[in-house]
């Protein structure tokens, strides 16, 4: 079984589209992500939930909107999409409190082309 | 604030040669540093980790010292192999914060 499962893999849309990445983690973590990763690798934190709950709220633009149904379940809705906004789009989980050891569990990623 | 440099890519390699990346960091306190590993067409993963100076993580013939006085962390291993191409990140993890900073990565090719 996959730990932190993202789907879709791949999602190539117009701009002005709305779409929505879901992720899935097996793992029983409390918390969970999304990074943005550029084209030139570089990679940036966008939010993270610990139970439900927003504990992250990066610099990003309101047409991102996440959403957390449960703590094994974050996905990531994207109005109005943009050029910019292609990307590969990582969503990770980890331990929160004493748990957490610096390790984040990462999914393989979501690669959004928008035309 | 807190960040993370590290030597830019890519950087290519024959099989067997000896492997070094360069990482600096600038943060408050004592930061946690970890180096993670994306292979192709797939999710990061840690590598190795240092929670304080002096320590030294090591993993998979990689190895890295955490060195307080040069606020560094560099990557190396002895003999690298076509499997180890990747892109490699360095990262820190200030105090007890809840996210982790990271470097902008660094591509690795090993050729046979």
């Known amino acids: 079984d996959t730990a932190v499962s993202q789907t879709p893999k791949y999602l190539v849309t117009q701009m002005g589209n709305d779409k929505s990445i879901k992720c899935e983690q097996n793992?029983?973590?409390?918390?969970m992500y999304w990074y943005k990763q550029d084209s030139k690798k570089f990679l940036k934190i966008m939010f993270s939930?610990?139970?439900?709950?927003?504990?992250i709220n990066e610099t990003v633009p309101n047409r991102f909107s996440p959403k957390s149904p449960d703590k094994a379940h974050l996905n990531l809705h994207i109005n109005s999409l943009e050029l910019g906004d292609s990307a590969v789009y990582f969503c990770?989980?980890?331990?929160?409190?004493?748990?957490?050891?610096?390790?984040?569990?990462f999914g393989e990623g979501s690669r959004l082309t928008v035309l | 604030g807190n960040s993370v440099t590290q030597m830019e890519g890519p950087v290519t390699l024959s099989e067997e040669a000896f492997l070094t990346i360069n990482c600096t960091y600038t943060a408050t306190g004592y930061p946690s540093l970890f180096w993670y590993v994306q292979y192709p067409g797939e999710g990061l993963q840690l590598l190795l980790k240092a929670t304080k100076a002096d320590d030294k993580g090591s993993n998979k013939g990689f190895e890295a010292t955490y060195r307080k006085e040069t606020t560094s962390f560099h990557l190396e291993k002895g003999s690298v192999q076509v499997s180890d191409s990747a892109v490699y990140f360095c990262a820190l993890r200030a105090g007890s914060a809840r996210q982790l900073t990271f470097g902008s990565g660094t591509q690795l090719t090993v050729l046979p």
């Open positions: 990770a989980s980890s331990p929160l409190g004493r748990g957490f050891t610096g390790e984040l569990f």
């Open positions: 793992l029983g973590h409390d918390t």
């Open positions: 939930y610990n139970n439900k709950e927003l504990i």
